[in-house]
């Protein structure tokens, strides 16, 4: 009788609500394809044109003048914020004040949140140096730490001085901007008065510390060459990348400045700047170094941070997009689509639920048949898409894709929580910099004792790996593919995750 009872209810509701799911995700699978086909298609068109950024825009190299001198130089402001950064303080500051441009049209904001006095005094200490030098350096600290990041920017902004600038330039603490950094953005700007922002791409120091910030390397290298860069070449249009970019004052007052409702203030921003009709320009050619979290914690703490603000913020702002009378519904259109829905809320949720949950539950329903273009062609492009970007670690693919399906979970938790603002949806955990990757060392490392492999243990992936591994076994004892190959590596790797062996 019970046997009968659950035929049926597996018949009549148990499966057709799988088959229903795998529906859904299917969908899905072809608009994250398709989102991915066009952008590399945009970005085979501009290699293949050669469609650079200044053959779009005009720029000239900025030179003195003989009768103004300098004055034909316009004022730049370089804000650095930062909050405890003992062990890089020294290298973005250094950086920072090493650009190029003439000593009476720069100012050096640095944006001192620390809490720590000892970091501080170094920070004042670094800073004085630098002014004996003869550059015109600002140490700024504020007596709390509202709005976190946003919020010292919006206080920095306040400042008489910063009235008597043209453009900004922000660089994170782990930042490193070449020396001639400001001679090849800031002519954008100059020449273009459409133009409100420059951004440049990412170098990282420490991608060949570890196997995950080699995954990260892979991941990041695909965000610029695919996402910012067809965005900046087919929209004019991608998301500030919070560093490495110079914006033009006027453009960022006129939409309302520095804003603290989410953890993405640097995505909040650009989204107010384009609905305002200002065009953005990513440089491909200009990349600034910085620093990859080493660290397991941290990593999943930063993803925590990307995946759940972006996501907050399309919940705040899809009806003001929506509202919008100064851009064409092409542009909105973009914005709302690609930009948030499917780059920032589906793609998460479809990474995770199909090959981490769907895929290993399909064992146990063998009746219900998934095209292998979902499972095969599919992801086999899209991989290939991303391994492009970073030719050199081509041979770590399979890899980063294992560890892109075990953060995938990370960013749909964080991914849900934006979208209902949850608990943590203000969150913000200031991703920690070891400072040991960039060749140089300055201070010594403060290493915090570890409490045992207790501490290290982390659940959620070890229930899911688990789960992954008894479906693996399931299939390879009574199933008839050969899809226990993906999920006992799969199982694997969520394990590894688990057990904190991963990063350094």
Not at 122 to 134: D, F, R
């Amino acid at each position: 009788m019970k046997t009968m009872w659950w035929r049926d209810m597996r018949s009549l509701l148990i499966v057709p609500m799988f088959k229903c799911l795998v529906a859904i995700c299917l969908v899905i699978s072809l608009l994250v394809f398709v989102e991915s086909l066009y952008m590399n298609i945009v970005v085979i068109y501009v290699k293949l044109c050669k469609r650079k950024p200044e053959k779009i825009y005009k720029w000239e190299a900025m030179q003195e003048d003989l009768e103004l001198g300098n004055q034909n130089f316009p004022m730049v402001l370089v804000q650095i914020p930062m909050y405890n950064e003992r062990e890089v303080f020294q290298l973005s500051i250094g950086a920072a004040c090493r650009l190029i441009w003439p000593l009476d049209r720069l100012i050096v904001q640095v944006l001192d949140d620390s809490t720590d006095p000892t970091i501080m005094e170094m920070v004042s200490t670094e800073c004085g140096k630098w002014a004996t030098k003869g550059i015109n350096i600002k140490c700024e600290r504020r007596d709390n730490r509202n709005g976190y990041k946003a919020g010292a920017l919006k206080q920095g902004m306040r400042h008489s001085y910063v009235k008597t600038c043209t453009y900004i330039a922000i660089f994170d603490a782990d930042f490193q901007p070449e020396p001639d950094y400001l001679e090849r953005t800031v002519p954008f700007l100059i020449h273009n008065p459409e133009l409100a922002l420059v951004q440049a791409r990412w170098k990282f120091v420490n991608a060949k510390k570890c196997l995950m910030t080699r995954m990260q390397e892979m991941s990041l290298n695909y965000h610029f060459t695919a996402e910012q860069e067809s965005g900046s070449t087919r929209h004019a249009f991608f998301g500030f990348n919070g560093t490495a970019g110079v914006w033009r004052l006027a453009a960022m007052e006129e939409a309302g400045g520095w804003k603290d409702r989410t953890t993405v203030e640097d995505m909040d921003l650009a989204v107010r700047v384009g609905l305002h009709g200002w065009k953005f320009v990513f440089v491909n050619d200009v990349s600034v170094k910085s620093e990859l979290p080493s660290q397991f914690k941290a990593f999943r703490f930063q993803q925590h941070r990307w995946s759940c603000g972006p996501a907050n913020l399309f919940r705040k702002m899809t009806m003001e997009i929506i509202r919008n009378k100064r851009v064409t519904i092409w542009k909105k259109l973009y914005v709302i689509y690609s930009f948030f829905f499917v780059r920032k809320i589906i793609v998460h949720f479809f990474t995770f639920f199909f090959y981490c949950f769907i895929l290993p539950t399909s064992v146990f329903f063998p009746e219900v048949n998934i095209p292998t273009w979902s499972t095969v062609y599919f992801p086999f492009m899209i991989t290939l898409f991303n391994a492009i970007a970073t030719p050199r670690s081509f041979y770590l693919v399979i890899f980063w894709v294992l560890f892109e399906n075990v953060m995938a979970m990370h960013r749909t938790k964080g991914t849900f929580i934006g979208l209902l603002e949850g608990g943590r949806v203000n969150e913000w955990v200031v991703t920690e910099k070891l400072g040991d990757a960039l060749e140089t060392k300055l201070l010594p490392q403060v290493r915090k004792p570890r409490n045992g492999v207790l501490e290290r243990i982390n659940s959620k992936e070890m229930m899911v790996g688990i789960y992954i591994l008894c479906c693996a076994s399931y299939n390879l004892v009574f199933g008839k593919t050969v899809l226990y190959i993906y999920l006992y590596m799969q199982a694997l790797a969520f394990i590894i995750a688990g057990i904190g062996f991963i990063g350094t």
